[in-house]
């Protein structure tokens, strides 16, 4: 799973399955005139609670996390796992909800005075709160932008391993590397005429035109946005996922496109080249 692949959403999913798990350890009822020293169930003493709140809401917040944390959707029977975690929180929360209009289970129905009937204790009202803020996270993700947004912030450029081994301190080609002299070839390229080279600092260039295959260099490139990497053969499901501010390196260009590797050794195709930011 890819940590920088998380959302503020995700986070907010996480925040809210932390507090479930805390909550299922609290009271389940409380009970007016009942001492301190009165040993009152939490919520993993109540199969109903157990298995409809506690057990749903954090299965189903695993699963929405687990699988937007992935570069391609995690699916079972054809079934998308991510969605089908959704559902379940939602569900968690209708169950809490449930259980807070009807704390007795059903006890109330035989008739008589509801006097020392018990009232919904703390753990089960802060699992209700946990359940609605992870469902309306899971559901609303995918639609606001604000919770679209990456939940760790991009790292700087001088991470990046070298394609190959490792750079030699202040070679040209990776991001960081100082600039060539006025004139002298790049990383592989041509030379360059006097005036012609970059200022250190300056604006990046944005995505490579195309050129011929004989006068490429592989060069280290930030996508602006998650995008995904094709395979080489053509497939169109997505071998992985380029997240933003994670550098990658390219070593082949075909027209438009570049033929990307991740940090891990996979090769694939990038289709859209727009707004990168080369090293």
Sequence with gaps: ?????????????????????????????????????????????????????????????????????????????????????????????????????????????????????????????????ATLIMAGAAVATPLVPALKAPLLPAPGPAAPQPYGGQPPQGGYGYPGAPQPQAGQPPFGGQPQPQGGQQPFGGAQPQAPAPQPAGDFSPFWFAVPVARPLFAEDGSPTPIAELAPGTWYLAVEQRGAQLIAQTQDGRRGVLQDTSGIQRG
Excluded at 42 to 49: K, M, R
Aim: negative net charge; hydrophobic residues 50%.
């Design 1 to 129: 799973m890819n940590i920088r692949s998380l959302t503020r959403g995700d986070g907010v999913v996480i925040g809210a399955a932390v507090l479930l798990f805390i909550a299922s350890f609290l009271d389940l009822y409380s009970v007016d005139g009942v001492p301190d020293s009165f040993d009152l169930p939490n919520l993993w003493e109540s199969g109903p609670v157990l298995l409809g709140v506690v057990l749903a809401g954090l299965i189903g917040g695993a699963l929405v996390v687990i699988t937007r944390g992935r570069p391609q959707p995690l699916k079972v029977a054809g079934l998308d796992l991510g969605q089908f975690g959704a559902a379940f929180t939602v569900f968690a929360a209708w169950c809490a909800l449930g259980n807070i209009f009807d704390v007795p289970g059903g006890f109330d129905n035989f008739g008589g005075s509801n006097d020392g009937a018990p009232d919904a204790g703390t753990g089960l009202i802060l699992a209700l709160v």
